[in-house]
């Protein structure tokens, strides 16, 4: 068995995409306090919900706005990045929705609405796909490396088994394929990067708010709760593990 990965970090450069709130800041807090990690990236689309991310300024911190949904400004923000450091020893996004302003998952066909669901395509599924054809460059080096996103075990269709929230279920289960074929073009291209999808638990952040009446208490993690789980999960990957989908406790899951 080779050196998990957590073990062969050193002096490491992560970046961290939809880092404005939720787990995404969450990641780019815990990234900071840990010696092994030398610079952290975090990517925000706008200023005004970004307050607790930009308050940080810490002098490992590079903040850079990106809206992922753009390749245009996913270009840019690696081009400032590449100035900066000639390699990344992660990548995790954590863009996604649920719900925004009117738009609420759908719990019936009768609800559906096609610019609805295509917006759960554009947010949910596409910018991984643009993300690994713009990153590949920095990730690919002789060192092991991830490529990570944070999908959701709705998204596993073989797990489906009360319907329902039909756009954020297709998104995430489409962001899942796009993992799986990212991770075999990069075994080919860039063979020590690791890519998995990652599914975090019921995690109390805005994205859940409205629904986390039915969750048990126990069942409702705090972000820090998720991202030390996750952080870990990370850590223990194997080059084995290349295109699997797994669970904040690191159980691999169907898809
Ligand atoms: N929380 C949970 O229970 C849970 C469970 C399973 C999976 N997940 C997944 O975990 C990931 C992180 O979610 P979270 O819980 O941390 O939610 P969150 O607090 O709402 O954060 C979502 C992130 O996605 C960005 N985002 C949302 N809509 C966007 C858009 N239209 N264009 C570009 N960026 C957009 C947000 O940026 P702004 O601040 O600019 O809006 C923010 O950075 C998501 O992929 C979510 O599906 C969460």
Redesign the pocket.
């Known amino acids: 068995m080779s050196i998990p990965f957590g073990e062969q970090l050193h002096e490491a450069h992560i970046l961290v995409v939809?880092?404005?709130?939720?787990?995404?800041l969450g990641f780019v807090t815990h990234l900071l306090t840990l010696p092994r990690v030398a610079r952290v990236y975090a990517t925000?689309?706008?200023p005004e919900?970004?307050t607790g991310l930009l308050a940080l300024a810490h002098p490992h911190l590079v903040t850079l706005p990106m809206?992922?949904?753009d390749e245009g400004q996913i270009a840019f923000a690696l081009a400032e990045i590449g100035a900066i450091t000639q390699r990344l020893d992660g990548v995790i996004n954590?863009?996604?929705?649920?719900h925004?302003g009117g738009l609420q998952p759908e719990k019936s066909v009768r609800q559906l609405d096609g610019e609805q669901l295509l917006e759960y395509f554009r947010?949910?599924s596409i910018p991984t796909a643009l993300l690994a054809k713009q990153v590949l460059p920095l990730l690919k080096r002789s060192d092991r490396s991830f490529f990570t996103s944070?999908?959701?075990k709705i998204g596993s269709i073989g797990d489906n088994r009360l319907g329902g929230w039909y756009g954020y279920r297709a998104s995430k289960a489409a962001l899942n394929m796009f993992l799986k074929t990212i991770a075999i073009e990069y075994s080919r291209k860039s063979p020590n990067t690791t890519v998995v999808a990652l599914?975090?638990?019921?995690?109390d952040?805005?994205?859940?708010q409205p629904f986390q009446g039915n969750v048990p208490a126990d069942k409702l993690f705090t972000v820090e709760r998720t991202v030390t789980q996750l952080w870990e999960v990370i850590c223990g990957l194997q080059p084995s593990d290349n295109g699997g989908f797994f669970s904040w406790d690191g159980t691999p899951l169907p898809w």
């Open positions: 939809g880092a404005s709130q939720g787990i995404g925000y689309r706008q919900t970004a809206d992922a949904t954590c863009v996604g929705f649920l925004s947010v949910n944070i999908s959701a599914h975090p638990g019921t995690t952040t805005r994205l859940s």
